[in-house]
């Protein structure tokens, strides 16, 4: 790209129209045969009967759609069989071109060919909430057209009207005072499930879930690609991470029309929302409960009012133990005596017993422990370990009760880590806050906690 000008002013998006985006994607290029004769041109434009919402170069609240000597259409039959050719604009810098390819195969008047920019997969997931990126890899579009005349080897076509399929939407993320909020990532969901996370066009159905923009770096305004395949509103919730602290704010009948840019306004509720995915779990929900639902309440009363079970407290808040968003430490003792290899194989029971969706049951090892504990106030993660080694396990007593488990007993917990070289196995003892190193055979509690 040229300058910072040229790089933005690709983006799609009128009210019904799209834009094209410059792209250099291998995959197109894959999919095309090698044996080429047919050439197929026709006119390729943009819809003008919406300028007032023309989308972006970002010119104050408009977006502005030209072709760019990078950009590729693929050229697919009507049954979406395989690829015929990459076509590719004859003239650059305007909304209207015409566009050229060699064809693969040859094809009859009035057939019906389907123009696809930039590539046949189209995957919504890994935004970063900036324009230049929707550009460069979220600016999707079709234009069917119908084979007009073939004259040897020089086929013809109707116009080409392409469309986006998808919206653009800037958010503002603001408190409810309407201060700016700078948020490290942005969950959007919709209650409907029809959130496209990912489709082709081979007829096979599309992947739906939830969207998380992540910018480079912490940011009070994002913008999201947005394609939903309900056709009614919807209601969609926005979780934002700022700092330690979790913001949400929930709207129903959204709409979010294919081909439109949005800017919308976002007051967000700070402070702990509940019951939130254990997903959107943020360090402010230690000490919080984790039910068989998968998601989050504030403690074991109010899972139990919302109808579902709670099964363990948030403890730590990462990844750095070998789990996806964290650990929580059960509610309960699993038991308060058995011998090490009995501790282990109770794992299977306890999670038959006591099922959390998205989450998995383990006898903790020692890393677990130390960050379950650092979690919750005690000593921070230190990977040197000696016998009866001091370590504070901080509240996570106190924060057990008040959640509504049941407190530590005073006494050796077993953990999963075996001491090097040896055949024992690391404990760690409540009333002293020390590790302990102790034989397989000797009976001990067991208290499981689940990665999430």
Not at 132 to 154: P, R
Not at 203 to 208: F, H, K, L, M, N
Not at 240 to 251: E, I, K, L, W
Not at 313 to 326: F, I, L, N, P
Request: with cysteine.
């Amino acid at each position: 790209m040229r300058d910072a000008y040229r790089l933005l002013r690709f983006v799609v998006l009128l009210a019904t129209c799209g834009s094209l985006t410059a792209c250099s994607d291998d995959r197109m290029a894959e999919e095309l045969s090698t044996d080429q004769g047919y050439v197929l041109s026709l006119s390729a434009s943009k819809d003008a009967s919406a300028q007032t919402t023309r989308a972006l170069t970002l010119s104050g609240s408009t977006l502005n759609a030209i072709w760019d000597e990078a950009d590729r259409v693929a050229v697919w039959p009507e049954d979406w069989s395989a690829v015929l050719g990459e076509m590719t604009p004859q003239t650059t810098g305007d909304a209207a071109t015409r566009l050229k390819a060699s064809l693969a195969k040859e094809v009859a008047k009035g057939d019906l060919l389907h123009l696809v920019f930039p590539r046949s997969t189209w995957d919504y997931t890994g935004q970063d909430g900036t324009l230049a990126t929707i550009a460069a890899q979220y600016d999707y579009a079709l234009a069917d057209v119908t084979v007009a005349d073939v004259y040897g080897t020089s086929v013809r076509a109707s116009d080409a009207l392409f469309t986006n399929q998808q919206a653009v939407v800037c958010f503002s993320l603001q408190d409810k005072n309407g201060s700016p909020l700078s948020a490290s990532s942005l969950k959007v969901s919709a209650a409907g499930g029809k959130l496209v996370q990912s489709r082709h066009l081979d007829g096979s159905s599309p992947v739906y879930g939830d969207l998380t923009l992540t910018p480079a770096s912490a940011a009070s305004v994002l913008h999201a690609a947005i394609r939903n395949d309900q056709t009614t509103p919807d209601t969609y919730t926005l979780t934002a991470t700022v700092g330690t602290d979790s913001y949400r704010c929930t709207q129903s009948g959204v709409s979010f029309a294919n081909g439109r840019y949005y800017t919308v306004t976002v007051k967000m509720s700070a402070g702990k929302v509940y019951p939130i995915p254990m997903d959107d779990v943020t360090e402010a929900y230690i000490g919080s409960v984790i039910a068989t639902d998968g998601k989050i309440y504030a403690n074991v009363a109010d899972a139990s009012a919302a109808g579902t079970t709670a099964q363990a407290m948030v403890a730590y808040v990462g990844t750095a133990s070998d789990c996806s968003h964290g650990l929580a430490v059960a509610l309960a003792n699993a038991s308060d005596g058995l011998i090490y290899e009995d501790a282990v194989d109770e794992v299977a029971y306890w999670a038959a017993g006591h099922t959390v969706a998205g989450g998995t049951w383990r006898l903790p090892t020692v890393s677990d422990w130390m960050y379950m504990f650092q979690g919750c106030g005690g000593d921070a993660y230190t990977p040197t370990l000696t016998n009866e080694m001091a370590y504070s396990c901080g509240d996570i007593q106190t924060l057990l009760t008040a959640a509504g488990g049941t407190d530590m007993d005073t006494n050796l917990y077993w953990t999963s880590s075996e001491v090097t070289g040896t055949d024992l196995v690391w404990r760690y003892h409540f009333d002293k806050n020390q590790f302990w190193e102790g034989a397989k055979n000797r009976s001990w509690y067991v208290r499981f906690c689940l990665a999430f």
